[in-house]
């Protein structure tokens, strides 16, 4: 039969190879990079398994004068490292995958605080990075060896087995993008001044990649087209354009962006599918070579249209490739509605930032395909024929069930409110959060496939109820709900006044009870709640006043790159805020704030005020059980999600997903995963 997205399958010629379709995992940083090489290289090799053409590392440091620590990605420094790097290109070609490699050298972009030796620079310069290091100025000794380097790297990574070696002049970090923008490079030489002469060094490193790997290595450029800073920055109608019309043919391959990270992976709430077409459709009018672009890409329709309307060649995924492994799989196989779409999160960048290995709200095996061994489609098999009973529909409990059933066990799921979903039907009717609800909409999906699964929503479950129910085995994932007394990170007594009729909660206004007039939010979860809902009241009319005790608002999506997205739009919703400031009580004309800094105490008139502040665990029922369990009446009781820690809902899925696996197993002595470590 014909596949309507027949076109997505068929094979591109990059260079001297040729991916085997049209999808393409884009370079993406993993939180594994050097210090983890196994669980990167089955994490990428899970990408090959589920049909991605071309699978890319994340950038990897050419030489020890570009280190970014803390962070970890990928580096190719010396021979040494060649075996690990070997481990993923192994791993994607077992699946007839090509393996693509991203060699940086930062620049500007690196502090050098492992190294130890000054950073280099156009010009004597602070690092991006905030911290108090400035850049050597290069000279031409400094150009002539950062040549050398990458051309030693792409030859140490031809031996590593990649099949695509990049020149990587995108998101600001690398010195091949630092030396085309006028604000960094101020330099009289070659290479600075006029477009030609700014754009030497990456033109040198493309001919010199070529020349050194190009008989069996394709040669990508990865080029950020615009910046989104107008006259004072990179644009495609611009030098933008300028430059991929004077390089258009030399690289084997164009694989083009925005800049910087905050714009390439702007979240859900700000950016919708196929966002970057505007900025990078005219890449494939200037060339003849493929070109490869992201937009979050999720819809095999949107795909398909990209490659028909000639804005693509390939398709780009690092989120969507994230979220589903196995995204082209299914729409080869015909079964696109069992994809799980990406949300736009970026849970996965938070890992990154963070400094730990990726994971994903959608996907609660990434990151653990090597240290737990877990599969996205596989999962083992049921032991017995136990029945387990799962009280609440949140996504905890919608995903506990669903791998469950897919284990093949009976599960009944019971949900008191009407429709399934917890907290995550609520949140994702919030402004801008609309995405997020494919978190249930995927679940519930799969869950209708699965025979030996029974859901009833709008039923409250009692402890008598749950023991009449005559199931032995109870997994509880009963939620949470935010606190109404103030108490959070900052306050550890209740506030003064929290007890009156003007306090409201998230809980409150997501329900639809909404307050009116000027309203004070008193943000000390430092999310994306404290925002969300600013913005949900301003739309309403009200006059929103943020105060918070963080250095700035809504601090915790820093890690999500969408911080001074949400600054910017409140204030345009004229949202007036203070930072750094912490209830000091409430009283019926307003609030008295206490200044963090200095002491000072101000007062602030309102008409209500909106506590996001920190969330109990509704576990009452779990604690009412446990006599019952040491009693023998039931065989197994765990509590799950937020129920047992509030947290995020990448957490909530995770641990859904935990227990569904550990369930009837035989308990783990010591840590319950492998563990990397240095050989001594």
């Keep these: ?85 070997q481990l993923m290109t192994d791993a994607i070609h077992a699946h007839g995958a090509l393996a693509g490699i991203e060699l940086a050298h930062n620049g500007i972009h690196a502090s050098n605080l492992f190294s130890r030796v000054p950073p280099l620079g156009p010009r004597s310069m602070s690092v991006t990075r905030t911290a108090p290091v400035q850049t050597r100025r290069m000279d031409k000794e400094d150009f002539r060896n950062v040549r050398r380097w990458h051309r030693d790297a792409a030859l140490r990574a031809q031996r590593a087995g990649f099949d695509i070696v990049y020149c990587y002049a995108g998101h600001n970090m690398t010195l091949p993008m630092q030396l085309l923008l006028r604000r960094y490079n101020d330099r009289r030489d070659e290479y600075g001044g006029s477009l030609e002469n700014r754009v030497r060094l990456l033109r040198e490193l493309i001919e010199e990649t070529k020349e050194a790997v190009g008989d069996r290595c394709g040669v990508a450029v990865r080029f950020a087209v615009d910046e989104l800073l107008g006259e004072d920055g990179l644009t495609s109608q611009g030098e933008g354009y300028e430059i991929v019309a004077t390089l258009a043919e030399l690289p084997d391959l164009w694989d083009v962006n925005i800049s910087g990270w905050a714009n390439d992976s702007a979240t859900s709430r700000f950016e919708k599918e196929g966002y970057q077409e505007q900025y990078t459709a005219f890449v494939k009018s200037l060339t003849s070579k493929p070109v490869v672009g992201v937009g979050r890409y999720t819809s095999p329709d949107s795909m398909a249209s990209a490659i028909r309307r000639g804005v693509l060649d390939l398709i780009g995924a690092a989120r969507p490739s994230i979220a589903d492994p196995f995204l082209p799989r299914k729409i080869q196989e015909g079964r696109s509605e069992e994809i799980r779409e990406c949300i736009g999160c970026n849970i996965c960048v938070t890992g990154d930032m963070q400094i730990v290995p990726i994971r994903c709200t959608q996907n609660p095996t990434m990151g653990e395909e090597w240290r737990r061994g877990w599969h996205p489609e596989n999962i083992p098999a049921k032991r017995s024929d136990k029945e387990v009973l799962v009280v609440g529909g949140g996504p905890a409990g919608l995903e506990c ?189 307003g609030v008295l704030v206490t200044d963090l800094i200095s002491g000072g105490v101000d007062e602030i008139a309102c008409d209500g005020v909106v506590l996001v502040t920190e969330r109990q665990p509704n576990d009452a029922l779990h604690t009412a059980l446990l006599p019952a369990l040491a009693e023998g009446k039931l065989a197994s009781l765990r509590l799950i999600g937020d129920a047992e820690a509030p947290n995020i809902i990448a957490q909530a899925v995770y641990a859904g997903h935990l227990a569904a696996r550990e369930f009837d197993e035989a308990p783990v002595e010591g840590t319950p995963f492998r563990v990397e470590r240095a050989i001594v």
């Design 1 to 85: 039969m014909h596949n309507p997205f027949d076109i997505l399958f068929q094979p591109i010629q990059i260079g001297p190879v040729t991916a085997p379709n049209r999808f393409y995992q884009v370079p993406h940083c993993n939180g594994m990079g050097y210090r983890m090489p196994k669980s990167m290289a089955a994490m990428r090799g899970m990408k090959a398994e589920g049909g991605w053409g071309v699978v890319c590392t994340e950038e990897v440091e050419i030489h020890h004068t570009s280190d970014i620590a803390p962070y970890i990605e990928g580096r190719l420094w010396a021979d040494e490292d060649i075996p690990l790097w």
């Design 401 to 589: 069930a669903r791998a469950l059933g897919q284990r093949g066990y009976t599960v009944v799921l019971a949900e008191a409110r009407r429709e399934l979903g917890g907290r995550v039907i609520l949140e994702s009717a919030l402004p801008g959060l609309i995405e997020w609800r494919r978190v249930i909409d995927w679940r519930l999906t799969q869950l209708q496939k699965l025979p030996t699964v029974s859901l009833y929503p709008g039923s409250p479950m009692t402890p008598a109820d749950v023991l009449d129910a005559g199931i032995s085995n109870v997994v509880l994932a009963t939620g949470a709900h935010w606190r109404r007394d103030g108490i959070g990170r900052t306050l550890w007594r209740p506030v003064a006044g929290s007890d009156g009729e003007n306090i409201y909660t998230p809980d409150d206004l997501m329900e639809g009870r909404l307050p009116a007039g000027r309203v004070l939010i008193y943000d000390d979860d430092s999310y994306y709640m404290g925002g969300v809902l600013a913005e949900l009241l301003a739309a309403q009319g009200c006059q929103v006043t943020l105060i918070t005790p963080a250095t700035l608002l809504s601090y915790w999506t820093q890690y999500s790159l969408e911080q001074k997205r949400i600054q910017q739009r409140l204030a345009r919703l004229e949202v007036t805020w203070r930072t750094q400031h912490a209830l000091a009580a409430i009283q019926p004309s």
